[in-house]
C-alpha cells in the first residue's frame, strides 16, 4: 500500500500526463462509452426476447394492417398525447403502402383522467367492430379527450352508445391497460408515442422514412 507522499506524487504525476496528453482521457471515454452502450443492447435485447409474445402476440391487443403480417409495427399511445395525434397519419401511410405490415395498439394512458377512460372506451368497441375508425376518430379530435368528447365520438363513428356504456363496466379492459403499463415499464419506456419494431424501440414522434428503415431491417430478422 502506498504511503500518503508517494499517493500524492502519484496523483500529481497521472494529472500532469493527462492534461498533456488530453487524447488519452479522451479515448478511455469513448470507450466506456462503447462498452455502456453495447451492455445496453444487449440488455434491450434480452428484455425484448423476454417479452416478446406480450409485445407482438397479445390476443387482446387490437390490431390494424395485416394480422398475419411478417412484421409487425407496436405502438404504445395515449389520445391525449399532442405527438401520437401527429403521429398517426404517418402510421396510416405506413400501414396502406406495406401490405405485410401488421400493427398492434398498445392503449397506454398515462395523461390523466380522460385518457383512461379514451382508453377503456377503445378497448370496448373492440366487441363492435369499431376499434379502428373510433382510434382514429380520437387521434384526428382538435381538443382534450375526455369523457363527454370519446362519447361523442363513439356515436360519429357509429358505435351503439348503450351497448358501449355497458361494455364498459367489464374490468377486463382495465386489466388490459395495467399489462400494458407493467410491460411499457419492463420496456423502460418513459413517454408516448413510442413504437416497438423488431429488435428496437423507437421513443418519440418518428419521420416516416427512419420508420420505414427499421420496418425494413425487421423484415430481414425473425421476430421472437
Not at 46 to 62: G, Q, V, Y
Not at 99 to 117: A, R, Y
Not at 156 to 174: C, I, P, S, Y
Request: glycine letters at 6%; proline letters at 5%.
Amino acid at each position: 500500500m502506498f504511503d500518503a507522499p508517494v499517493s500524492r506524487q502519484l496523483q500529481i504525476q497521472t494529472r500532469e500526463y493527462l492534461l498533456q496528453n488530453p487524447e488519452v482521457f479522451v479515448e478511455a471515454l469513448q470507450k466506456f462509452e462503447q462498452n455502456q452502450q453495447a451492455a445496453e443492447a444487449n440488455e434491450l435485447e434480452t428484455i425484448l426476447a423476454e417479452h416478446s409474445d406480450e409485445i407482438f402476440n397479445d390476443p387482446t391487443a387490437p390490431v390494424g394492417g395485416n394480422s398475419e403480417g411478417d412484421v409487425t409495427l407496436v405502438e404504445f399511445f395515449d389520445y391525449n398525447c399532442p405527438y401520437c395525434r401527429k403521429a398517426a397519419p404517418q402510421i396510416q401511410q405506413a400501414v396502406s403502402d406495406d401490405p405485410g405490415l401488421k400493427l398492434v395498439f398498445k392503449e397506454w394512458p398515462i395523461l390523466g383522467p380522460g385518457s383512461e377512460f379514451a382508453a377503456r372506451a377503445a378497448l370496448a368497441s373492440q366487441r363492435q367492430g369499431k376499434y379502428e375508425a373510433f382510434h382514429h376518430g380520437m387521434m384526428a379530435f382538435a381538443g382534450a379527450i375526455n369523457e363527454r368528447s370519446t362519447m361523442t365520438i363513439a356515436e360519429q363513428v357509429g358505435l351503439d352508445l348503450e351497448q358501449l356504456k355497458r361494455d364498459l363496466e367489464d374490468l377486463a379492459f382495465v386489466a388490459a391497460i395495467e399489462r400494458n403499463r407493467a410491460l411499457a415499464n419492463d420496456l423502460r419506456i418513459t413517454g408516448t408515442p413510442t413504437f416497438v419494431v423488431g429488435d428496437e424501440i423507437i421513443g418519440g414522434l418518428v419521420d416516416q422514412a427512419p420508420l420505414q428503415r427499421s420496418i425494413a431491417d425487421a423484415r430481414e430478422k425473425p421476430e421472437g
